[in-house]
Every structure is written in structure tokens, then in C-alpha cells.
Nanobody, 122 residues
């Protein structure tokens, strides 16, 4: 069982930066792929980025590539999402997820956090 707690969301202006954190419980954090997804009002949950468990390979949605960076600190059981050059269309609740393998499909992930709100004003 893995428990995930996100933090770092907030209200920012377009062009600003935010860093989201996701702290995980358990001693097997390093064995999980970790991902970030987001969900805007009235829309389906969508893939943002994930990082693999072993090699730390990173994968991004086209909409955030070049602006967002996912990273992990296995010693701290934490995954981060650095978000730069934020746009109003990035406004959503951001969720952290853990799974046995990384994928863009949100239905495959095993564990989810409660989410953190990111609002970008124009």
C-alpha cells in the first residue's frame, strides 16, 4: 500500500513557475513509476508526465514538453513537477500517481493522491 500526498499548488499569473511535490509512504517507493496527471473542470483526467522506476526515464505530454520537468528523489520518497512558463490552460487539479509501470493511461495506475489545485490567471 502506498499513500501519496501532493503539495505546492496555488494561484499564479501566466508566465510564473510552480513546483509541485508528492510525498509517498512506504519503503518501496523506488520500485514504482511515478506520474502526474491533471483534471480541469468538466474534462477527463489527462496525462502530464511520468518518470520510470529504475532508470528515471521521463515522458511528457506534448502540451507541457519543454515547460514542465518531472524528477524524483528516492531517498526522500518524493516526486516533483517543476512547472515553468505556466499558461491559463494549465489550470487544473494536479494528481500524483504510483504504479508498477509508467503509462499515459490513468486507469492503469495503482495509487493516487488527493490532488492539489493549480490556477493560472491571465
Amino acid at each position: 500500500q502506498v499513500q501519496l500526498v501532493e503539495s505546492g499548488g496555488g494561484l499564479v499569473q501566466a508566465g510564473d513557475s510552480l513546483r509541485l511535490s508528492c510525498a509517498a509512504s512506504g519503503r518501496t517507493f523506488s520500485s514504482y513509476a511515478m506520474g502526474w496527471f491533471r483534471q480541469a473542470p468538466g474534462k477527463q483526467r489527462e496525462f502530464v508526465a511520468f518518470i520510470s522506476s529504475i532508470w528515471g526515464s521521463q515522458y511528457y505530454a506534448d502540451s507541457v514538453k519543454g515547460r514542465f520537468t518531472i524528477s524524483r528523489d528516492n531517498a526522500k520518497n518524493t516526486v516533483y513537477l517543476q512547472m515553468n512558463s505556466l499558461k491559463p490552460e494549465d489550470t487544473a487539479v494536479y494528481y500524483c500517481a504510483a504504479g508498477s509501470r509508467g503509462t499515459k493511461d490513468p486507469t492503469v495506475w495503482d495509487y493516487w493522491g488527493q490532488g492539489t489545485q493549480v490556477t493560472v490567471s491571465s
